[in-house]
């Protein structure tokens, strides 16, 4: 099928009436998701998963995508009025855009980060559609062992940008295979690591886990301080948040840049809005005729990280729905809602279910001009959501949690496992353990174990095959000089400078 | 708590966990007739689990890193976490309703000092609100 006929169908399934209706309350969410800090998309659409079983899986996954999209345009709204990020991807639009507001254009800073999110949008949009379907095809001649080794490189890139101490990021990662291995193995039925518990037979759910250590635990985090900050004030009236002609010929390189390099980094597993936001200021700032202003409040300071921030969701896409291998948190949460729907992400997944795929691309085109819309004129109103006083907010996001994990199983002891992974997540904040690789390892445990276990049955037990085959040798040499990087002291100290930055 | 001697006991935590991995691992099969077993992944993640955790306490022991942790507001997160798993507790006796009453009230009046009207007025109205949205328009069971 080609991109122009695909897309058609995909316009056809995503006017539907309901898959609008899904899309705006998607986008709508996940704005406010982004405004409010302490509340990611992954907690979001994990906390909401277990309400989307009674939905059509095309509706559904709109809406998760609308949240996980939405929440990039929520997040410069804190970033500008609050000098708080509502997300880590929304840090870089501090340092110019909360220096707009306290110069008094706070209006056009919003503005231009709408505009830019929107141009960067539609161009990951547009990636997504021209590139996945070839990659899919391409992807088709893997076998268990390309799989293994595809699964091991995504899990050492993420390991490699999860923090400072990747024994660390690695700790987390095999906590994560560890929970995924819980249950019954598939291959000689046998119960592992149930602890004599008949609950734990079937395994524990993605979505237990990823609500705890994401909800709960950064409820916990939040709740740590009690003062709230205030917020300056957003402009009145439409005019106020408009960018000036200046400012738009300004950002016309942001555009581009923003676009460009969010997308392209967000196909790499794990490295994620928040570097590619990080990437394409620096990057601004670098060729900028005016870089001694950066921080001081330039339009483009704003335009740049925003367009990264949101372009990188349409790149991040691309490896989960064409691989079936997720790159951050809020895709693995995506990647699991798929194969509870029953779908299988991977190089089949775009050929046996066209409707969903181009449905899904044609409405994120559509909820890039409703966040647009609905951003422009609407932003007082959305930053009257960091007036929501947080002793009532707290207790409603817990109840969500433990409502979603009990609607899944009608069981108590799943409500149990989820304040343990909530305490899980909270300590391992406190540590500086990254949950990404814990909830990568957890998603991608099953299937690497699986992967391996077929080629080595394929192989009559060489290990040599994993090697023997040049895709998957060259991608476990790269996952092997990855994992190797901290030998190295001065590619290690460039990484580290990197993070810090 | 310096940051070094968090690397430490978490590492040590860890480290017992890699050696629950392979105790359990070794007794499941290796490798049958069909390829590898169901003990093989977890003996080798087991093993790296393992490793790594002494090599991050080693490396702990081993630090002049003198960052601490804050955990200055880290009461207040426990004390909520142990209100959650009170209200939990509770939810087998008294059902979903009572139980997140109870947990809003904790949070508004003890953990934010409001008053003890609004504390209660929030949680009847967060519960009724949950009550309805949940059960009556969603249909989904609640504990």
Request: hydrophobic letters at 55%; charged letters at 10%.
């Amino acid at each position: 099928m080609d991109v122009v006929s695909g897309l058609l169908q995909g316009f056809s399934v995503a006017l539907q009436p309901i898959n609008l209706l899904w899309c705006f309350v998607g986008v709508l969410l996940g704005t406010v998701v982004g405004v409010m800090p302490g509340l990611g998309p992954p907690a979001t659409i994990a906390m909401l998963l277990p309400l989307t079983f009674l939905m059509n899986p095309a509706s559904a996954i709109i809406m998760l995508a609308g949240i996980y999209y939405g929440a990039k345009y929520g997040g410069s709204t804190t970033s500008i009025l609050l000098n708080v990020p509502g997300e880590s991807a929304s840090v870089a639009t501090c340092f110019d855009g909360y220096q707009m507001a306290r110069n008094g254009r706070a209006g056009a800073a919003l503005g231009i980060a709408a505009i830019a999110s929107f141009i960067a949008g539609t161009v990951g949009v547009v990636g997504i559609m021209l590139i996945a379907p070839p990659l899919a095809r391409v992807a088709l001649a893997f076998s268990s062992p390309e799989y293994f080794a595809l699964m091991a490189l995504g899990l050492a890139m993420v390991v490699l940008l999860a923090g400072r101490s990747m024994v660390k990021a690695l700790l987390a990662m095999l906590l994560g295979l560890w929970l995924a291995g819980i249950g019954t193995d598939l291959f000689s039925q046998t119960s592992r690591f149930t602890f004599g518990r008949m609950e734990l037979l079937s395994g524990i759910d993605f979505v237990v886990v990823a609500i705890g250590v994401f909800a709960i635990g950064e409820v916990l985090a939040n709740m740590e301080g009690r003062a709230a900050t205030a917020a300056l004030p957003v402009p009145k009236g439409w005019r106020n948040l408009l960018p000036t002609w200046q400012d738009l010929k300004d950002s016309r390189f942001a555009f581009v840049n923003g676009s460009v390099v969010g997308f392209f980094i967000g196909i790499l597993p794990g490295a994620g809005s928040t570097i590619a936001s990080f990437i394409s200021y620096g990057l601004e700032k670098a060729v900028s005729r005016r870089p001694e202003q950066f921080g001081h409040g330039v339009v483009e300071g704003v335009a740049a990280p925003e367009g990264a921030n949101n372009a990188e969701t349409g790149g991040a896409l691309i490896p989960m729905l064409t691989l079936g291998i997720p790159g951050s948190s809020t895709t693995a949460v995506l990647l699991a809602a798929l194969v509870l729907w029953g779908f299988k992400p991977g190089p089949l997944f775009i050929p046996e279910n066209p409707a969903l795929f181009w449905g899904l691309v044609a409405s994120m085109y559509i909820g890039n001009v409703m966040l647009l819309v609905l951003n422009m004129p609407l932003v007082p109103l959305f930053a009257q959501v960091l007036r929501t006083p947080v002793h009532i907010l707290y207790p409603v996001i817990l109840g969500i949690a433990i409502v979603g994990v009990y609607s899944t199983s009608g069981s108590l002891f799943d409500v149990w496992l989820l304040a343990g992974f909530g305490l899980l997540g909270y300590v391992m904040r406190k540590l500086d353990y990254a949950s990404a690789p814990l909830i990568l390892g957890l998603v991608l445990g099953g299937p690497l174990e699986r992967a391996l276990r077929q080629s080595l049955m394929m192989s009559d037990g060489h290990v040599s095959i994993l090697v023997s085959r040049p895709v998957s040798a060259v991608m476990l040499s790269l996952a092997l000089l990855i994992l190797l990087i901290p030998v190295f002291g001065k590619v290690n100290r460039w990484r580290l400078q990197a993070l810090e930055k | 708590m310096k940051a070094a001697q968090a690397d430490f006991w978490s590492g040590l935590a860890f480290a017992g966990l890699g050696s629950y991995v392979i105790f359990q691992a070794s007794r499941w099969e290796y490798a049958g007739n069909d390829g590898p077993g169901p003990g093989f992944f977890p003996l080798w993640y087991g093993i790296v689990m393992v490793a790594l955790s002494l090599f991050l306490v080693v490396s702990s022991v081993r630090s002049s890193d003198a960052s601490r942790i804050d955990w200055t507001g880290a009461r207040r997160a426990f004390a909520t976490w142990g209100a959650l798993v009170a209200a939990v507790a509770l939810m087998k006796w008294t059902g979903f309703a009572a139980a997140f009453a109870a947990l809003t009230f904790f949070i508004a009046c003890v953990m934010y000092r409001r008053r003890l009207w609004v504390g209660a007025v929030g949680g009847v109205l967060a519960s009724a609100a949950f009550y309805a949205i949940f059960v009556l328009a969603l249909g989904v069971k609640l504990p």
